[in-house]
């Protein structure tokens, strides 16, 4: 078990090595490093002093090398457009995101694991009817439609929510909804056809042989292992809630790093996307990490395997 | 024990059970009038090929048909004074795992694989039995010494994948045996393991059931094993009973051309044949059994009457009985 | 290999029943899914003749007209018109030439190299097989919508950018699951005969593998073509999609967000159409998974 917490850690690390590594190479091949590191119509002293702080004058192996102690340090540069520096810019921005991203989990959870079982174990039912439904629902709606359609009725219509922003509890609701919405989709289905597998299983079918109250068969034997499967296509489930993110978040005006993707990109403001793609992606893996160590608790069948 | 007359002696007694799966434009008979009798401490086979409704039957009798799908849509299962098709799904529970056990066919999947061992042997025991902490666990361990799993109390902490199919077979027999059910369901245990631990597993059942006077209802589809493990063997065909007996009686005189052939199908030790009897034909689509005895399409005797009617139950004396017009005719 | 010679030597009756059944599941297509998909199909194609306006035409006396359904409303607009007077139905009809063709134009260089992928990866097995299903992982795991804008900021905004950015991750995605049907159909003994006599790996990956995962790759790419609306439409979206004046459905959506509480009708009506769209795609894709490979329930 240590050893494979080892070995998963050690593959952490060397995933966020090349991330590094990704964004090192595209901060050097999508122009000059010195224009591109500096804002648009900053003077020719400017870019110099960036040309020196990123050591163009040297060959690439010690820009390189520079780049990624910088990295350790977490410098990360100062954002060209308003010149702060880019640690802070997300620092200040990432517990929103996360918060956000929370929100919409529970609600996704809270929404796709019962309709999951519940459309497993009545298989046909009216449930299992809603289930589909909504799964499909989710599976098509764009999500940045949905959202503006839900500040319509909740804020401009009815006046219960605010249209955007981040503030009070109540301003969590709407964003996290439509982020949590897509992503139950996927999940719903997922939970219920796993489930389904296990439903039919021979062990199940002992479970219930044993004289095992339903809720007890359903809850304890059943549950555990539809849980795997869904376990197994969290990275993806993950990679939907960054892609949600940065929608949702440029929908309700929410001050979180998705939205700070999307204006970099306008700007043109290199150093912040850079650490945006840095940020994200060691999010991704250091979830992928716990997410293993979890699988790892709960199925006793993994060991060690590289 | 005084003044016991053969009907006090019945444990179980399985009246016109049919069990039917509903499909969309079709309904499969795959028990279709079963009855027949299990004594206190008799050994029961019931044998036929595969999709004959042995299996179903087994679920029938704990009330564990496949939902949805499948029903029991008449009979009855007494259950010494009680008929368990009349009892709440509350009560039927109080059978299952406590008077009423199972193994099933594939040890490999009939164990939940993220509980440990002990966990799932322990779990009829806390359910049925009440008991609880060390009580319960050394329960748990006479029963998986019970059932010759060498240390016991180290593997009680493993999980299912860390033990071999014969060694997985024994857990599952464990966790039926623990709460000393008076009816174990062995359906087709040991058709998944290699030969010798199918040999060892047998002998194990067979001492335990002497030792506990449980009575045990064999499926199987190997005559052999009912010849070693039953007192009686029932021969289903098609989702009905077609023969009944004491297992020395049908081996000694089968009357159905269908238990002929399937004895005929066995290779006995010593006795070597020419070559090994093969019945001819596929059994029947339980969706649209044939008129008549369904097995006619293959009996090599069959006459016209087996195509328009089914035999009746021609009694042999005693429990035994036959439905084939060759035996009622020649009466 | 049997089943060819089964086939052939078939009774004329054979193809009957399967002319009949073929009818008879044509019967059970789901018919508002199906109507939808070809309206979509005819505006992608017929557009510029059905269209009553062109969707670029700037009229700006006649900005925020309401739908026919309101009192200022007019049948010359039928939905309506955005902040630059342009007919919001118009737009709508050229925006699905948009979505559609670029799905396609990534259906066709994803999946095509993805099933190739897929099927090299699948029939290789071995350290070949392993080495591309860990790229296959790591693609699948990056979130497109940021990898896009990444992407989109270092070569610039374009109806090709949005194809070549997306291309990769269908392929990766049409290369998992072909993959998978890869391995199960070279196991099977048409396979192992071919193999016997001498054929050719690749005839043996066009002639007996192929069309054997042919029904998977239909299906995937029905489905497939829905997730690419909701994809382009979401990067249109955020500004980083088809660049204007194009009319794509979520640049329509993203162009009405400032006059919601004024003109609802510039933000509706193009959210209704990608859902129209994308809910048919899904719905017709399933049935289609049912029908034709009804093994895959969790494709």
Known sequence: MLKYIGFRIFQALLGLWFIATLVFILSRSIGDPA???????????????????????????????????????????????????????????????????????????????????????????????????LAFL??????????????????????????????????????????????MAGMVRLVRSSMMDVLDSDYVAMARAKGLPEAVVIGKHALRNALLPVLTYSSLVL??????????????????????????VVRRDFPVIQGVVIVFGSFFILINLFVDILYAVIDPRIKYTP | MVNRNAEDDILLRVEGLKTYFFQRNAVLKAVDGVSFTVAQGEAVGLVGESGSGKTMTCLSLMRLVPQPGARIVEGEIWFKDENLLDITEHEMRAYRGHRMAIIMQDPQTSLNPVYSIGEQVAEPVRLHLKERGQ?????????????????PEQRLVQYPHQFSGGMRQRVVAAMGLTTQPELLIADEPTTSLDVTIQAQFLRLIRELQQESGTSVIWVTHDLGIVAQMCDRVNVMYAGRIVES??????????????????????????????????????????????QGCPFWPRCPEAMDKCKEQYPPRTSLGGQDFVHCWLTEEGR | MANTTMQTVAPASAWLVRVRSSLSVARRVPKIPTAVLLVLMIF?????WIAPHSPVAVDMANSFAPPVWHEEGTANNLLGTDKLGRDIFSRLIRGARVSLSLSLFVIALGGGVGVALGLISGYAGGKVDAVMQRGIEVI??????????????????????????LSPFLAARFARIVRGETLSVRERDFVAIAKVIGTPTWMILLRHILPNVFNTIIVLATLEVGH????????????????????????????????????????????????????????????????????????
């Open chain 2, 135 to 151: 009580q319960a666990m050394t329960r748990v361990l006479d029963a998986l010494r019970a059932v010759r799993i060498p240390r």
């Open chain 1, 239 to 264: 990679g939907a809630f960054m892609n949600g993110s940065v929608v949702v978040e440029q929908v309700f005006a929410w001050p979180g790093i998705g939205t700070s993707a999307v204006q970099s």
């Open chain 2, 245 to 290: 007996g004491r297992v020395r009686q049908i081996y000694k005189e089968p009357q159905h051309p269908y238990t002929r052939a399937l004895l005929d199908s066995v290779p006995l030790m010593g006795a070597r044949r020419d070559k090994l009897y093969q019945i001819e034909g596929q059994p029947p689509d339980l969706r649209s059994i044939p």
């Open chain 1, 35 to 133: 224009e591109v590191f500096t804002a648009r119509n900053s003077g020719v002293d400017a870019r110099e002093i960036m040309a020196a702080k990123l050591g163009l004058d040297r060959p690439v192996h010690e820009q390189y090398l520079k780049f990624l102690g910088q990295l350790v340090r977490l410098d990360l540069g100062d954002s060209v457009s308003n010149g702060i520096p880019v640690t802070q810019i997300l620092v200040e921005r990432m517990p929103a995101t996360f918060t956000l991203g929370l929100v919409a989990l529970i609600f996704a959870l809270a929404l796709s694991l019962p309709l999951g079982v519940l459309g497993a174990v009545y298989r046909d039912s009216a449930i299992d009817w809603i289930a589909k439904v």
């Open chain 3, 140 to 165: 699948l795991a990056m979130p497109t919508i940021l990898v896009a804008l990444v992407f989109v900021f270092a070569v610039g905004r374009s109806f090709e950018s949005v194809i070549l950015i």
């Open chain 3, 44 to 48: 992608a194609l017929f557009g510029q």
């Open chain 1, 138 to 183: 989710g599976q098509s709606m764009p999500p940045f439609w949905s959202g503006i359609m839900l500040i319509i009725l909740f804020a401009v219509v009815w006046e219960m929510l605010p249209p955007a922003g981040k503030g009070g509890w109540q301003s969590y609701i709407l964003p996290g909804f439509t982020l949590g919405w897509g992503v």
């Open chain 3, 228 to 299: 690419l609306i909701l994809l382009e439409s979401s990067l249109s979206f955020l500004g980083v999609g088809v660049p204007p004046p194009q009319p794509a459905w979520g640049l329509m959506v993203a162009d009405g967000r400032e006059f919601l509480t004024s003109a609802y009708w510039i933000t509706l009506f193009p959210g209704l159409c990608i859902l129209a769209a994308v809910l048919s795609l899904n719905l017709f894709g399933d049935w289609l998974r049912d029908t034709l490979d009804p093994r895959r329930r969790q494709l």
